[in-house]
T-cell receptor, first 112, second 114 residues
Framework: SQQGEEDPQALSIQEGENATMNCSYKTSINNLQWYRQNSGRGLVHLILIRSNEREKHSGRLRVTLDTSKKSSSLLITASRAADTASYFCAPISNFGNEKLTFGTGTRLTIIP | KAGVTQTPRYLIKTRGQQVTLSCSPISGHRSVSWYQQTPGQGLQFLFEYFSETQRNKGNFPGRFSGRQFSNSRSEMNVSTLELGDSALYLC?????????????FGNGTRLTVT
């Protein structure tokens, strides 16, 4: 299994602005998942993008995937205070029976 | 549908003691994974169970163990607690192992070792 590296480590923006965070990984993938974690709570699955997809939307979330660069980005549009959380990516390689591992995440703070 | 339930929510133990944490997965989910989260090490994978069998294991000492019951509920045990075991322990369930289905996490057990 492999873990993604999220960048930046921390991000602070004003409410209403867009937030972009990036994920890089090392080997080929089957899919890549994004999760959110509010302080002191469990992770929540946000979106899954498969290796043959380039872009996926879910509400205010937009995820892109560039397999040639081995990178993904998560865009949150029109940010809200409730978006304050840590965001993690989990790249899943082509092999089955694989555990999900996580990097250190991007800590997003929305300033009201 | 009820989410993943972890008990207890908070726990305080003394060095040298042992502790058992419990996780009830979402109904119908047969795979349960455990993670340890600390400020210094981040989110570390402990182990994964499917149909009462351990399928994957992380790099933790033998003091950390787990099991899964026939109803998919899981427990993890830490023996001879050390101060460094203080962490948020998260349990996650999914429908199958190996199909890369998303994980559903509980809100964790906050363990403090004094």
């Amino acid at each position: 299994s492999q873990q993604g590296e999220e960048d930046p480590q921390a991000l602070s923006i004003q409410e209403g602005e867009n937030a972009t965070m990036n994920c890089s990984y090392k080997t080929s993938i089957n899919n890549l998942q994004w999760y959110r974690q509010n302080s002191g709570r469990g992770l929540v699955h946000l979106i899954l993008i498969r290796s043959n997809e380039r872009e996926k939307h879910s509400g205010r979330l937009r995820v892109t995937l560039d397999t040639s660069k081995k990178s993904s980005s998560l865009l949150i549009t029109a940010s809200r205070a409730a978006d304050t959380a840590s965001y993690f990516c989990a790249p899943i390689s082509n092999f089955g029976n694989e555990k999900l591992t996580f990097g250190t995440g991007t800590r997003l703070t929305i300033i009201p | 549908k009820a989410g993943v339930t972890q008990t207890p929510r908070y726990l305080i133990k003394t060095r040298g003691q042992q502790v058992t944490l419990s996780c009830s997965p979402i109904s119908g989910h047969r795979s349960v994974s455990w993670y340890q989260q600390t400020p210094g090490q981040g989110l570390q994978f402990l182990f994964e169970y499917f149909s009462e069998t351990q399928r994957n294991k992380g790099n933790f000492p033998g003091r950390f163990s787990g099991r899964q019951f026939s109803n998919s509920r899981s427990e993890m045990n830490v023996s001879t607690l050390e101060l460094g075991d203080s962490a948020l322990y998260l349990c996650a369930s999914s429908t199958l192992v190996g199909d890369n289905s998303p994980l559903h996490f509980g809100n964790g057990t906050r363990l403090t070792v004094t």
